[in-house]
């Protein structure tokens, strides 16, 4: 039996909706209708069931997707409460970044991802059996050191079970993430991520491996993240400019995300990135427990440090919303399109003062702050 359409009407009223999946940026309201979004225009009209908010002063946006938290919570020591982040970031959509492996990936969609409902979880699958099994402030194990952790065929089977969910394959490696084990992780992993026809998101912390053997193996479409990381494995030179490996990745179609967390950006990686041109695809917190008290916070958080850093407003929305779904192959989400999901954030831009800081402990000073206001999601005003 077809579930009945959910008849409810909503319109947000007046405020400034920035939707760079249709170049939209104007005051203006939008409807959801029936759990979609029904239309973008000046002072719809509302019914006598319609429900209005009035949004006056505020930013709409589609609803903001985060390509890189850690959300396995109760089930993993890295791991965040998705539903109470959405609450206080504004977030519609949590892609969770590798936290879960074939041995444990049922438990997280029982007990995570589908009570967590109606805020999204899209999972990438570790190539790691266990996942990200130790990681917190006292116990630190990359879950890549022991390849007799990595089972290629049970994480295809595990993969193949759940591709209503699953978005793509995750590997870590560097010193910390796969230590002895070096690159050899990374290459089981694409090899698993080319059987399902879906993107690899690499970690790369410090070397070994080195930045260059990382770059030459992602292919179209992967996802290099913590990709403002900052020295050792930085992707910008010293003195400035952009070194000519990841130039040609970028040429070659990879995907470059911030991937913030607690140690991956740095604010001098930014500014000379920045300055050379090159701006991330797309901008993600990796919030998880050594990140979500700061410096990382959550993805309001990160969007507001790239404004401040010279980033203007729909370019910061695009790289949460349109870019971020195109690197997981969700046309679905991240627009405000008639007819799609009806799902939008609302946040305030505040002129406030406002402490940032990046991975190394540098503070920026700001006047500009970003505060969630609200979220819809199925077309209702959700809290």
Sequence with gaps: MMKPTDPHDLILRGARVIDPSQNIDR????????????????????????EVRDVRGKIVTPGLIDLH?????????????????ARTSATATFVDAGTAGPANFAGFRKHVIEPA???RILPLINLSFAGIF???????????????????????RVARENLDLIVGVKVRVGRGASGNSGIAPMDMALEVAEELGLPLMA?????PPSRMDVMSRLRPGDILTHCFRPF?????????????????????????DIGHGGGSCGFATCRAMLEAGFKPDVISSDVH????????????QTLAKFHVLGMDLPEVVACATVNAARAIRRPDIGTLKIGALGEA???????????YRDVLGEVIHSNIAFKAHGLVLDGRWWT
């Design 289 to 300: 427990v050594l990140s979500i008290n700061g410096p990382a916070f959550d993805l309001l």
């Design 203 to 207: 970690h790369l912390d410090h070397p």
């Design 232 to 256: 050792p494995n930085a992707p910008s030179k010293p003195g400035g400019g952009v070194r000519p490996e990841v130039l040609a990745a970028r040429e070659r179609g990879v995907i470059f």
């Design 134 to 156: 130790a990681f917190s402030g006292t116990v630190m194990v990359g879950e890549c050191e022991d390849l007799r952790l990595l089972d290629m065929r049970e994480c295809l």
């Design 27 to 50: 005051v203006t309201d939008v409807r959801f209708t029936g759990g979609k979004v029904a239309a973008i225009g000046d002072v719809l009209a509302a019914g006598p069931a319609t």
């Design 117 to 119: 409902l109606p805020v």
């Design 69 to 85: 938290t850690h959300v396995y919570w109760g089930g993993t020591s890295i791991s965040v409460d998705a539903v109470a982040l």
């Design 345 to 355: 954030s609302i946040f305030e831009v505040m002129d406030a003062p406002t402490e």
